[in-house]
Every structure is written in structure tokens, then in C-alpha cells.
């Protein structure tokens, strides 16, 4: 198995949108993706999602993290199929 460090970063900007490096996974593999978000003050409780490569995410488990200020770490997983999507 092979990993591939996308993005570390801290961002306090309130966004919807952040954007990370470009993959380019192979064949029939299987893609895992974690991220971790602080949840801003007095914001609904979102999970994060991810679009990108033509690949469907899907959410494998995400989980609050207790504290101050709350966190919560997410997993998702995608699936290549056929040939490799593009950049």
C-alpha cells in the first residue's frame, strides 16, 4: 500500500470548499482519504464530503472528537474501476 500526503494545513477561514494536491490513482484500487475539521461556533454538525476525479466518496465512519474546540475526524473511501480516472 502507498500513501500519498495530500494536504496539511490549517485554515480559519469559515470556507465550504478547500482544495488539496491532485492524484492520479490506478486501476481497480482503493482510495481512503481522512479528514479533520473543528466544527465553528454555533455551526450545524456537518460531515465533510469530497469530489474529485471522477470518484465517488463515499463516508466509511466519522466520529466527533470531544474537546474544545469540537473535532471531528472523518473517513472516506473510493473505489477505481475500469481505467484510471483523469487528473
Known amino acids: 500500500m502507498r500513501a500519498n500526503k495530500l494536504a496539511t494545513d490549517k485554515n480559519t477561514n469559515n470556507l465550504s470548499t478547500y482544495t488539496t ?8 484500487r482503493l482510495v481512503l482519504a481522512f479528514v479533520m475539521n473543528i466544527r465553528a461556533t454555533n455551526a450545524l454538525d456537518s460531515i465533510p464530503a469530497l469530489k474529485s476525479n471522477g470518484l465517488v466518496w463515499q463516508v ?20 477505481t474501476l475500469g481505467p484510471a480516472p483523469p487528473l
Not at 494536491?21 to 481497480?28: H, L, S
Not at 466509511?60 to 472523518?74: H, M
Open 60 to 79: 466509511v465512519k466519522s466520529v466527533q472528537v470531544p474537546g474544545n474546540p469540537d473535532r471531528r475526524l472523518t473517513c472516506l473511501r473510493a473505489m
Open 21 to 28: 494536491a491532485a492524484i492520479q490513482p490506478g486501476v481497480n
